[in-house]
């Protein structure tokens, strides 16, 4: 599991550490430098460059952020590598301290930085220039966006990292990359998309809540003996992602006495005369995740289209432990899809909602779990009243979508790139993805593996209603697997829903074996 904490729990937990370090030399400080240092080394090797020799850059802020690039560029100056720091104000001096007496230079950009005085466009070039370039300008201690001159230099940079595709620097975010909401992943201003970001203790919500993760790029977290002292300040994660054994975790796993009932039936209502497809694809996902049985409720020439697919369905109603409603309906079925999706939450029934059926949701949708794309939740809080449109959800996902769960009451799944769970308590997010994987049917495959794990969940704990926490974490996990899913069946080129559906079987085998 991949868990972020806020800021102020971070700080929290370091002050105690900080104060009782009084200078010692393999503090904090000291740790985190060291770490990043040996993840530069790292990339310089992926590069082919050996570390003696190479050019390693660091855009450096006033804080301790900048002060960890410092002392990690010093550390690379003592083994060779040409380390320059771009300061964008006065800067940490003990920092500054080390990295001349290591051998390396200090260039300013602004009347009150140290250093050599350069133009921007030059620390720019130099910059680019780099094998590796860290952006140390702020961390956690970030109040907004980048500021002048921080901001005019990252956006030229950018557009010259633009224009460059692949070539152009590693570049390496400092803790996280400068500028992000560190506690809510947006982006107030310009943000220097990043390779890697190295995030110190912990990593923080920003890293894992789009739109800033997209500029995230791997996540590395470096222990620094933290987390009993967030244990100590009762801290528990804001945002958590969940790692192949987080999946292994939680998967139902039929044992010897199993039964296609004790693992877990579900229901699902989908698809139209005119989208058949969808109920196709949506029980596809459903069998590949391994439900014991599905029940399909349609349009009798899509129930055949779904028995020759798939002949192990059952057609008709009858018992279920989940249902899946929604994928592929078209309106003149969205009141029967309203009255069932209130029907299955009075009896107690996970109800994963997709599509129209999130037009017709109850008062209180508390129990269900909802799986809007960005469209899809705007259109959902205008209906109730909010005014907002797409775009505004994609600049704020975690916004609108805690908007959606605190005026529905469901869990609120919303889909993406970086795909993000909001319940009542920790926020989740999966991205295990690719790019490929935005194609048509691909959020039916995922509603029907989020149905089937549901519905195996629910089958454990008869009589019980899942817990909100369980209900989204399993959400996560179900994204999780449509993206690996994805990724299997990708190989690096497209893919179809179809055959997303299809690799679900082996990406759960490699996972749980
Ligand atoms: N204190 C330590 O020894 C440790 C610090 N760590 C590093 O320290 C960082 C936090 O250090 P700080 O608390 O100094 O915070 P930052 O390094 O994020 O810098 C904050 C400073 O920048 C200024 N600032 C804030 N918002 C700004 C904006 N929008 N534009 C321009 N300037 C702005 C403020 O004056 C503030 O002094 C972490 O992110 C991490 O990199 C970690 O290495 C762990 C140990
Ligand atoms: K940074």
């Known amino acids: ?126 910059a680019f220039a780099a094998d590796v370039l860290m952006d140390g300008l702020l961390g956690i201690g ?81 222990d620094l003996g933290l987390t009993p002292m967030l244990a100590v300040h009762g801290a528990s994660p804001a945002v958590r992602r969940p790692e192949a054994a987080d999946v292994a975790a939680l998967w139902p796993v039929p044992g010897e006495t199993d039964h296609k009932y004790s693992r877990g039936v579900l229901g699902v209502l989908a698809g139209s005369v005119g989208y058949p497809g969808a109920a196709v694809l949506c029980v596809a996902g459903a069998q590949g995740a391994g439900t014991g049985m599905v029940r399909y409720l349609g349009p009798d020439p899509v129930a055949r289209a779904v028995l020759a697919a798939h002949p192990e369905v059952v057609v008709g109603d009858g018992r279920v432990q989940a249902w899946v409603i929604g994928p592929g309906l078209t309106d003149d079925r969205w009141g029967v899809a309203g009255e069932r999706v209130a029907a299955a939450l009075r009896e107690g ?44 959800v994609q600049a704020e996902p975690l916004r609108w979508a805690r908007e959606a769960h605190d005026r529905t009451g469901a869990v609120v799944l919303l889909k993406g790139a970086v795909t993000l769970v909001v319940g009542a308590g920790t926020v989740w997010t999966a991205a295990d993805g690719t790019g490929w994987l935005a194609t048509a049917g691909a959020g039916d495959v995922l509603a029907g593996v ?43 080129g497209p893919v179809t829903a179809s055959a997303v559906a299809a690799a679900v079987p082996r990406t759960l085998a490699n996972l749980l074996g």
Request: proline letters at 6%.
């Open 1 to 126: 599991m991949i868990d972020a904490y806020t800021a102020a729990d971070v700080r929290a937990a370091e002050e105690p550490l900080l104060a009782a370090e009084r200078g010692f030399h393999g503090g904090l400080m000291h740790r985190a430098a060291t770490a990043l240092a040996g993840v530069v080394r790292e990339e310089l090797r992926a590069r082919g460059v050996r570390v003696a020799g190479s050019s390693v850059v660091a855009l450096v802020g006033r804080g301790n952020n900048g002060g960890d690039a410092l002392f990690a560029l010093a550390a690379l100056a003592q083994r060779g590598a040409a380390a320059v720091a771009v300061a964008l104000g006065p800067v940490h001096e003990a920092g500054v301290g080390a990295l001349r007496a290591a051998g390396g230079r200090v260039l300013a950009v602004g009347d009150d930085a140290p250093g050599e005085p350069v133009w921007v466009g030059d620390a720019v070039a130099e």
């Open 450 to 492: 989020l149905g089937a794990l549901l519905a195996g969940l629910a089958a454990r704990a008869p009589g019980e209603r899942l817990d909100e926490d369980t209900v989204a974490a399993a959400a996560a996990v179900a994204a999780s697997v449509h993206g690996r899913a994805a990724v299997h069946a990708s190989g690096g």
């Open 142 to 222: 970030a109040r907004g966006g980048l500021r002048e001159p921080a901001a005019g230099l990252v956006e030229l940079l950018t557009g010259l990292l633009d224009e460059a595709g692949t070539g152009g620097p590693t570049v390496i975010a400092v803790d996280v990359p400068s500028g992000i909401g560190v506690d809510d992943g947006a982006l107030p201003g310009p943000v220097l998309p990043a390779d890697r970001t190295v995030s110190f203790g912990v990593a923080k919500p920003g890293l894992l809540l789009p739109p800033a993760a997209h500029l995230a790029g791997q996540p590395t977290v470096v």
């Open 349 to 392: 029934h996970p109800v994963v909602v997709d599509a129209g059926a999130l037009g017709v949701l109850p008062g209180s949708a508390e129990g269900a779990v909802l799986v809007p794309h960005a469209g899809e939740l705007a259109t959902l809080l205008q209906g109730r009243g909010v005014d907002v449109d797409r775009d505004a």
